[in-house]
């Protein structure tokens, strides 16, 4: 694999990032239409790309100059025509023709620098189908074929109008998550992100035992996903400091890089943040984004509960091993008491006022409970950082301020490239009506059956995150899986989220797992395996989309529904997270193939809602226990 292309340090683009930043928190201020914050941001954002990975080569210079221009005329078109621009879609001038090109080549570029060839691929394809829907009939590919749009219909459709470049995608972008991304930021810079990190760690100092130092690194990845706002950050931070706990807590390497990866990846999946994509869906369904990070709560606790238990079922293995790797090494590599001095050292000035950078946090839930916007309530929790920052004696002076928001901009670049081109496969689809037809193709295949539906449902959205960033291929499966979900009976709400867990999954799925590689990496692990585990420790949260789609009772999963099946399709749930870590480690004396095989099969079937699914889980789990007491008094 190719390595990634290396962020510079390059003065402009650290202005036009700061610029961006300054720009979002400008439009929670003051009224601001769409039709200039939209374009504005979008050129601000793709400009900083292009500053930041600059064109390799001894034409490189001559190469960005050509894109600058590109980008400053195609983008900031729209700005210069003015209200005349938008009004006149159906009818483009030459001139609208010619901006519209060199815009969309100009953000395909930009996605390319930031985030690699597979999406602007993805795209290019898709161009290809919006012009050459007619000849698909004669490759037999008449249930997607379409009339075919020419150039002046792609345009006036693409880059005229509150659509494609400039629709939901890329509004919810620069709305919403270049704010959130400039709190992390900040959080970051106040120190907030070190103590997270610290006091996670530290927890294990009283340790005694490997499970409670591996439970300390998965809240510690938790946490600082709250800063980070990514998977792979998360999980190349959180391994920098935590590795060397887990290896003097006897986890072998392969085992430590899944924990690492599944905990960075859990961030995403996780209130009070959740991933981008998350506030996508909020602006889909027209609901508060509170009630998205209400929807996630229970799947977020299924998820650590299942990285807690298979934690504890792997610690045990450990047990009998460490005593004799200590003495064999002749140190206290394994000793709790190292474990001590190694925490002692990560927090070494912790007072009663840092636990204030947990303040911001609980204010950003708590504003938007009170009816607060989102972008407000994280207005508001960005000024509550930067007070902070003053009482915990880290103060956020007009220099490391400006930083910030430097690096806040810096790392919303990527999404702002991303939505932009998923708007125009977006609009692509609405054009030619694909999405439905998807739908129909995807119904078909599965025959009307609401379980092979929601199977090949889960394929395609996997398929697609193999290829393209999550929050593309959550834009790219909201139009094309949840219709197919919602036509067989599955509640709008638990379609978008089942299509949001397994666009975020895809980061730990074979077989480019991007956080397990990564956390292989650090721990010297073998990629492969190291993926395997990770996919081991996250299967819950493989299973519980699948939980709240395949019974209206699952949405009691997502805290919807009666308090019947709130109650009942949680607690089932957990039995089920449970069993399934007991099966996969083998842990708390459940030995033999038989034994795990059938407790597996027990715990997928409590995941189920149906009171058949959990009736049968329960008898398997009896038959488990049954024969783990028997066993156990063979002598």
């Known amino acids: 694999m190719a390595a990634a292309p290396r962020w510079r340090s390059v003065s402009s683009a650290t202005v036009l990032a700061f610029l961006l930043s300054a720009l979002s928190v400008l439009w929670v201020l003051m009224t601001i239409s769409p039709q200039t ?7 601000v954002g793709v400009w900083a790309s292009l500053r930041f990975k600059p064109a390799a080569g001894g034409w490189g210079g001559a190469v960005d100059l050509v894109w600058v221009v590109a980008a400053l005329f195609g983008l900031g078109w729209p700005l ?13 001038t030459g001139g609208d023709l010619v901006a519209g090109v060199l815009a969309v080549l100009v953000v395909i570029e930009a996605t390319r620098r930031t985030t690699g060839w597979a999406l602007p691929i993805v795209t290019a394809a898709f161009l290809l189908y919006a012009v050459a829907g007619p000849s698909l009939v004669s490759l037999g590919l008449t249930g997607i ?3 075919g749009y020419d150039l002046s219909r792609l345009i006036g459709s693409l880059y005229m109008s509150l659509e494609g470049i400039y629709g939901v995608p890329l509004d919810v972008a620069v709305t919403y998550i270049t704010l959130f991304s400039l709190y992390g930021a900040v959080l970051e810079a106040s120190g907030a992100g070190t103590f997270f990190l610290n006091w996670s760690l530290a927890m294990a100092g009283g340790a ?4 409670s130092t591996g439970r300390s690194v998965s809240l510690a990845g938790f946490l600082l996903g709250t800063v980070s706002g990514s998977g792979v950050a998360t999980t190349v931070t959180l391994g920098s400091m935590a590795w060397p706990l887990l290896k003097r807590a006897g986890f072998a390497a392969n085992t430590a890089g899944a924990m690492l990866a599944a905990s960075g990846i859990g961030a995403l999946l996780s209130p009070p943040t959740l991933g981008a994509a998350a506030f996508l869906i909020a602006e889909y369904l027209r609901i508060s984004y509170l009630q998205v990070l209400v929807m996630a709560t229970i799947p977020t606790v299924l998820y650590y509960a299942s990285i807690t238990l298979m934690i504890e079922g792997d610690a045990r293995h450990l047990t009998s091993d460490i005593g004799h790797r200590s003495s064999e090494a002749g140190s206290q590599s394994a000793n709790p008491q190292s474990i001590n001095r190694q925490s002692s050292i990560l927090n070494p000035q912790s007072s009663i006022t840092d636990y204030l950078h947990f303040s911001s946090l609980i204010l950003v839930a708590a504003l938007m409970a009170l009816g607060f916007t989102p972008f407000r309530a994280v207005f508001w929790a960005i000024g509550a950082a ?30 702002l490239s991303t939505t932009a081109v998923a708007g125009i496969i977006v609009g692509i689809v609405t054009l030619t009506g694909l999405g439905l037809k998807a739908a129909g193709l995807i119904v078909a295949m599965a025959g009307g059956s609401l379980a092979l539906t929601v199977l090949w449902s889960a394929i395609a959205v996997w398929i697609l995150g193999l290829a393209v960033p999550v929050t593309a291929s959550y834009i790219i499966a909201a139009v094309m899986v949840v219709p197919a979900l919602t036509s067989v009976g599955v509640a709008p709400a638990a379609a978008h989220m089942f299509v949001f867990y397994y666009a975020v999954l895809s980061e730990v799925s074979p077989p480019t797992a991007l956080a397990p590689f990564a956390a292989a990496a650090l721990t010297g692990g073998r990629p492969f395996r190291t993926m395997m585990l990770t996919w081991k420790y996250a299967l819950p949260a493989f299973l519980v989309p699948i939980a709240f789609t395949l019974d209206p009772r699952g949405v009691g999963l997502l805290l919807q529904g009666s308090a019947y099946d709130i109650v009942v399709s949680s607690l089932t749930a957990l039995a089920g997270t449970a069993a399934l870590a007991a099966a996969l480690t083998g842990a708390w004396g459940f030995g033999g193939t038989v034994v795990r095989v059938v407790l597996a099969v027990g715990g997928v079937l409590l995941f189920h809602p149906a009171l058949w699914a959990d009736a049968a889980g329960v008898v398997l789990l009896i038959l488990a226990r049954v024969s783990k007491f028997r066993s156990s008094e063979v002598p």
């Open 386 to 415: 930067v007070g902070v920052s003053v009482v915990v004696r880290q103060p956020l002076g007009p220099r490391r301020l400006a930083g910030a928001f430097s690096a806040g901009g810096t790392d919303a670049l990527s999404v």
């Open 80 to 92: 210069a025509q003015g209200d005349a621009f938008w009004y006149r879609a159906t009818t483009p």
């Open 145 to 147: 074929a379409h009339r």
């Open 208 to 211: 005694r035992s490997s499970a």
């Open 37 to 43: 914050y939209r374009p504005l941001m979008l050129l």
